[in-house]
């Protein structure tokens, strides 16, 4: 069966100056298949983030192949991008930034149905839906970003990835804004959506101890490389890699 | 969110709202009087009597008359049209004009990007005014001309905030979420860059009028904008500057209108720059 996202040999180097670079992504491969919830955990700096940009297209790689249901994402560009960002969405780490402070989140979470020829009204219904899916009243819709919580910002942020029925959700660092009570009703909601739209997650994490109970793989970058990849149990339970143990005893 | 904080952002746009319809009426008076100038003029603002040349203030003259025996209220009142409009006219070209160039540098990016910025620079390393003036000493003097000299040395400030501003937007998590929410470029552009943008530009171009009203009366004081015996304030105040000691009226009646115009404008621009802030939105 095809992965929903496939990476081969993923490669990214940022020019700092006029004669350095920084290696932020070295040789990565992984895939994804359809239902799965993988975890990217290391330090700040280790290349998580750039790993999610590139997969959704925001940063471009510097040499390396990404797939996503089968197709070479990598060079596509203009329309036959947009229509591939049906498949796949990202839920940023600040919610609140994630929204047009002009727009209702009524607004933002319907755009991207009108993007792909929804009517007005059948789209406003939809994202009603959405917001009802994702715990929310539907009075939010008429709310601006900074007049909601982070909580409720964030429930909304995933309601309009979920919009355009993706295969696979980028979750950079989603929880990681929120307070510990809030974090852990995201999380709730994130595996009763995942349960019921068979949803695959790519989850950009640093918290060890939200990976283990949320994931079913894990893999540990240091330094622009995965360094280690297993479930949780084995990852964390039994760590191969003299990082991983340092990165797991910082943390639990 | 709380109740306490729901009634201190009612009473803050309150009272925004209200700044902004005085300003606001007080700019759109300033203008209307400005196109109904003509209209609005006790006297003929050409009509000379040197009988009543350099005539102090009285009933009859509000602000006495200059060394032509002309009506002073006539001529400020007259002077407005070309004073207003030309500056509104100056300010709104180099607001659309600069910033649609600045976007386009934006979004092309590139070496494109790099050309038109390099551009801009030269325009901005040369001293304004005097390359305004070169400008007018070159097509001649007149409105048309000042205006056309001062466009060209102002259009690069606003390339270069809407360049800024718009790649400053781009880097925002909401517009990379709008990208992927399969927004063309063209409708990331319309839908959320400009109106994010346009506030800052907005209040630039308000807080200019009164920098450009300045310059243009500058110009004509140089004597390169409007000619005599068209009424205009900067040349109002050049034509009578030797008056100054022995009937200030005649100077300061245009230089006060001047004054006057700017301020209005100016505080117009504060108040609308309070109100497109995106925390006073309700």
Redesign the interface.
Known sequence: MVPVLQVEHLRKVFPVDDRRTLLAVDDVSFSVAAGEKVAIIGESGSGKTTIARMVARLTDVTAGRIFLQGTDITQLTGRKLREHYRHMQLVFQSPADSFDPRCTLGDGIAEGLRNFGWQKQAAWQEMERLLMLCGLEVEIAQRYPHEVSGGQCQRAAIARALALRPKLLLLDEATSALDVTVQADILALLARLQRELSLAYLFICHDIALVQDFCDRVLVMHEGRIVEEGTPDEVIGAPQQTYTQRLIDSVL | ?SEVTVRVQVVRRDHLRRRLLFFGGLAGVLILAAFFSSSLCPYDPYEQNLAIAKAAPSAEHWLGTDRYGRDMLSRVIAGSFTSIFSTLLLVGFITVFGSLIGIFCAWSGKWIDTLIMRLADMFLAFPGLVFALAVAAVLGGGVHNAIFALAAISWPKYARLARSQMLAQQE???M?????????PL?LICR?VV??IAGPLLVTAMLDIGTMMMELAGLSFLGLGAKPPIPEWGSMMSDTRNLLATQPWVTLAPGFAIFLSVMIFNLLGDTVRDWLD??N??
Do not use: D, I, V
């Open positions: 969110m925002l998590p909401y990379q979420a709008a990208k992927m929410a399969g927004c063309t409708r959320h109106p994010n995106p925390k939105r309700r």
